[in-house]
């Protein structure tokens, strides 16, 4: 039943009396100057200009200018902000700030790795003209906490966020979409891109290679911010407010010390859009939690504004101004797509459509763009089906694109448009030609011609972009397709790259939890195998006192604590457990259970054992390395 009554007699009542043509004429009206009726419509974030940077980088103008606008300084410093208050800049896109309480010295997150962190503490210690002792490390989030020991001294206390280290946990190397997601980041950051010549990245929305090697001294909070909730606390002897301020992350949070009239924030005050969506894929970043949180910031009158991901902001003005372009940016995104979803527009028409005055959106998308972001929120509220009746059934891919290029005459008939396109140059061609490569690429994925056209049109367009997401992924798309994509001098895909990711390493997965392997295992049950099958026994690992029982039945691995061994029992040793999730068999002794489980699973998205696998993207020993390519 409906959940709302239609008044069929006032509906029809109001069709006699004429009503509601006028009405709808005015309202279609209005939509035809919103869309404007254009020929050729291309984002804003797409320019025909370029210009080339001192690496040699091909890009554009505003490209080339992001590092400043993040804060970024020509060196590493620690910027005295105020009496006993600095930023630490210059070892990457995030900064790391630091505080002297009368208790002793508050750090904010705690950097990329330990040997930054070391760097950034020598550095401050010279600033100061003496050594620090640091009462307490307050972490925003979880992506910047690598650095950890370097700050450590007795007594130290790390703050964070309540599920801080469960997200973290999360987001590493056991997940089973660890490697899609990964391999996606790595196109989007552009970690194998050259460093120098028309191909490198033109500013630091990038990550080096060398951001895998990175060794981490993570250590997980020992005090905790209660989520969701507005706390008053005294931490060092220095009164702090902590209140969720939630923008990429749920865990993250601000600070505000009012003595000081100083806010700290994550992502949240930029000179950007703020990514509602990410190119490399990502849980829906509500933009109503961020506005909401954000209100607690515009309550606060601070006088200095310091966030991990842009410069110094000083002065009351200054600071208001910054949160109210940043915030109300995000909420005009929303707001505006779900307007054109209520006049009937679907995702890509509304990201066609939508206007955003030039104050706000001029030059301000060097990371995400505006498009992207308006289809993911048509997504976070309507899902996937734009209201088109064919894509509830359509036909498949393939044999989408065979019609398709059938109907254009053949695939003889699209190579000649797209390579014709691609040579006419311009945004549209270029746009049309990779729409055309991606049918004939269907149909044939090593067709030279198409390949060709493809490479040449994403490198076209990733020079033309200011968004650094779009730059990734269309430069990546160029070098693949030609073999210039090199992990340590060999030739790699993203393909390839996500089977290495896709594949935990042995000693992640010994170190990890008992569930973190069972719920791994999850994801490999086939149901061709394991239809019609059901077997249920208990699984008891060293080291866990917790006894599980797995169960598969109707295709699923149910997991679940138990009291007592059932009457199929299985004891493994960590390693024993890790070895049967990556496909080396089951424990020779008892593991009657797990071999019979193994038949049902399939590990074909996996790294084939024996395998050569590129040292970077290989185990690294005993050491702890931040494999996180977030931000």
């Known amino acids: 039943m409906p959940y709302r009554k239609l008044n069929i007699a006032v509906f029809v009542a109001a069709l006699a009396i004429g009503v509601h043509p006028p009405a709808r004429a005015a309202d279609a009206a209005d939509g035809s100057r919103e869309a404007g009726s254009q020929t050729s419509w291309h984002s804003q974030s797409l320019t025909t200009e370029t210009v080339t940077g001192p690496n040699g980088a091909i890009t554009t103008r505003t490209a080339l200018g992001v590092n400043p606008r ?58 100061v003209g003496k ?17 950890t020991a370097a700050w450590l001294d007795e007594g130290t206390e790390i703050w964070g966020h309540e599920h801080l280290d469960r997200n973290r946990s999360a987001a590493g ?80 949070v601000g600070f505000y010390f009012p003595q000081r ?19 490399r894929g990502s849980a829906f970043r509500n933009p109503e939690i961020m506005v909401n949180d954000a209100r607690w910031v515009e309550s606060k009158n601070a006088e200095i504004l310091l966030d991990i991901h842009a410069p110094t902001l000083r002065g009351e003005k200054v600071v208001r101004a910054a949160v109210e372009r940043s915030v109300d940016s995000v909420q005009l995104i929303h707001d505006q797509t779900l307007r054109l979803i209520a006049s009937g527009l679907g995702p890509r028409e509304a990201a066609e459509v939508v206007y955003m005055p030039g104050n706000l959106r001029d030059r301000r998308e060097i990371y ?142 010994a170190g990890a939890s008992v569930d973190q392997n069972l719920q791994f295992v999850r994801f490999l049950v086939d149901p061709r195998k394991a239809e019609g099958q059901r077997l249920v026994f208990t699984l008891a690992a060293e080291g866990d006192p917790q006894i599980r029982q797995v169960e598969l039945r109707n295709c699923v691995l149910v997991i679940s604590p138990v009291a007592s061994r059932g009457a199929r029992h299985v004891d493994v040793t960590r390693s024993e457990l890790a070895d049967f999730v990556l496909g080396k068999g089951a424990p020779a002794r008892g593991g009657d259970a797990l071999a019979e489980l193994d038949r049902m699973l399939d590990r074909g998205r996996m790294l084939p054992p024996g395998a050569a696998v590129p040292a970077v993207l290989d185990a690294k020993g005993d050491l702890k390395y931040n494999d996180g390519l977030e931000h």
């Open 70 to 127: 993040l804060g970024v300084t020509e060196g590493k410093v620690a910027e005295r902000i105020d009496a006993g208050v600095y930023a630490l800049r210059g070892w990457g896109i995030a900064h790391s700030f630091a505080i002297e309480a009368p208790n002793g010295w508050i750090v904010v997150d705690t950097g990329d790795s330990t040997q930054a962190a070391t760097e950034m503490r020598e550095t401050l210690e010279r600033a």
């Open 131 to 147: 050594k620090i002792k640091v009462a307490a490390i307050l972490l925003t989030h979880w992506h910047y906490a690598d650095g």
């Open 173 to 252: 190397g056991t997940s089973v979409l660890g490697g899609v997601l990964q391999s996606n980041m790595i196109a989007q950051f552009g970690v194998f891109h050259p460093t120098t010549g028309p191909d490198a990245f033109p500013n630091l929305l990038s990550f080096p290679p060398e951001k895998f090697l990175a060794v981490s001294s993570y250590q997980p909070p020992t005090k905790l911010f209660p989520d969701g909730k507005v706390v008053d606390l005294v931490i060092a002897g220095e009164p702090i407010q902590v209140a969720p301020v939630r923008t990429d992350v749920m865990d993250s």
């Open 261 to 279: 009239r100083l806010l700290v924030t994550n992502a949240l005050v930029v000179d950007s859009i703020f990514n509602i969506y990410t190119l």
């Open 368 to 509: 995400g763009q505006v498009e992207s972001h308006v289809r993911q929120v048509y997504n976070g509220n309507m899902g996937w089906f734009d209201g088109d009746v064919y894509e509830i059934n359509p036909l498949s891919v393939r044999e989408e694109a065979e019609r398709t290029v059938q109907a254009m005459g053949g695939r003889a008939a699209v190579e000649q448009m797209a390579t014709q396109a691609v040579a006419d140059g311009g945004l549209a061609n270029w746009r049309w030609g990779l729409k055309l490569t991606s049918l004939l690429l269907k149909l044939d994925p090593v067709d030279p011609a198409a390949r060709t056209a493809r490479a040449t049109a994403a490198r076209a367009l990733g020079q033309r972009t200011d968004s650094a997401n779009a730059r990734g992924f269309y430069i990546t798309e160029a070098l693949q397709i030609e073999g210039k994509l090199l992990v340590q001098d060999r030739p790699v895909t993203l393909n390839e790259i996500r089977t290495f990711l896709n594949t935990p390493r042995a000693d992640v997965l």
